[in-house]
């Protein structure tokens, strides 16, 4: 069965946002943290910073590798949008603390936006 190339190019764009946000939070973690809209995080934010940024890179990369074949890259599209979904929750979560607020209402929304276009992504492959 044919890809669908609105569905296809959505799931690759998305995988390209997830490749920089990854690069920038494993390799320019204080930096990325900063335009995220953290303030000056301790090593322990630092080091999940850099774990969430290697989980990116591995998304992002795997639906590149993917991108020929519409099973796989509707998988990981899916797979993709859940982790979006979660992380809109733990933003959500992250409001209750005025120290994050302003990171969690940009983190909520564009994880939030993500996972809505990761999900229409996967139906139109479907």
Known sequence: ???DSLGRALALQLAAGRLAVGT???FATRPALQALGFGETDAAGRALARVLGARDLAVG??????RGD???LRAITLAAAALDAADTVAFALALRDPQLRRAAVGGAVSAGAA????????RRLG
């Open 1 to 3: 069965m044919k890809i």
């Open 24 to 26: 920038g939070a494993l």
């Open 61 to 66: 990369g795997l639906t590149i590798a993917s």
């Open 70 to 72: 519409r099973e796989a």
């Open 115 to 122: 996972a809505g276009a990761g999900l229409w992504a996967w």
